[in-house]
């Protein structure tokens, strides 16, 4: 049981280079997610996804798309990557409990990306 | 807006007993989590507060008081494996999570 796996760990970028992140979970995890982690700031909801083939916004997703065409895997991509999308990625997964409404998320190990 | 507020970095010594803030405003409320991050590492899940009170977990305790928009995570018998940054975050009326920046904890011995 590996729990959410991501690659690379590390990725450096020019500006205008488009990549892909790749995230897997072996628990069968109804929702995955990709969040992206600054300094001096929360963590940040880039993409979400309650199934495979639904996606769906979250607090900053300009400049990356997603797809979940199955429930094991969520790929971000970077579209033409820019300077200001250097940062922490983690992805994560929870199950949703309905009767409680808890969603404990259970990260990746992170992807550090920078982009010159 | 929707806001958590906690401290940036706070000093204990290990052994000793410390206590991290958490104050929210946010659009409804669905629970309040603390996750703990060690340096270049994910963050991994603490405990769950739906309601007011305080839930024990071994050397680790999390308390609600959902009227005042706060938290607090109690750390007890501090260890230096203790050193951490910890991560409130609370679910809105939407079920999305809003997180503080975290409060980066060190132990001296």
């Known amino acids: 049981n590996a729990g959410v796996t991501q690659t690379p760990k590390f990725q450096v970028l020019k500006t205008g280079q488009s990549m892909t992140l790749q995230c897997a979970q072996d628990?069968?995890?109804?929702?995955m997610s990709w969040y992206r982690q600054d300094p001096g700031m929360g963590l940040r909801l880039i993409h979400y996804?309650?199934?495979?083939?639904?996606?769906d916004q979250g607090e900053v997703p300009n400049g990356y798309n997603v797809s979940r065409s199955t429930t094991e895997d969520f790929p971000l991509r970077l579209l033409s990557a820019a300077p200001s999308q250097t940062s922490v990625y983690f992805c994560?997964?929870?199950?949703?409990?309905?009767?409680?409404?808890?969603?404990?998320?259970?990260f990746g190990a992170g992807s550090r990306l920078t982009v010159l | 807006g929707q806001n958590i507020d906690q401290p940036t970095e706070m000093t204990a010594t290990e052994g000793a007993i410390v206590q991290i803030n958490c104050t929210y405003q946010?659009?409804?409320?669905?629970?309040l989590f603390w996750y703990q991050q060690h340096a270049g590492e994910a963050p991994t899940f603490l405990s769950y507060n739906v309601l007011d009170g305080l839930e024990e977990k071994g050397r680790f305790s999390s308390f609600l008081s959902r009227s005042k928009g706060y938290s607090y995570l109690l750390l007890k018998e501090l260890q230096m494996k203790d050193s951490a940054s910890y991560l409130c975050a609370v679910m809105d009326s939407n079920y999305q999570l809003i997180w503080g920046a975290g409060t980066k904890l060190i132990i001296k011995p």
């Open positions: 946010t659009s409804g409320f669905n629970g």
């Open positions: 628990m069968n995890h109804e929702y």
């Open positions: 996804s309650v199934g495979a083939g639904i996606t």
């Open positions: 994560a997964s929870s199950l949703t409990d309905s009767s409680s409404g808890a969603n404990v998320l259970t």
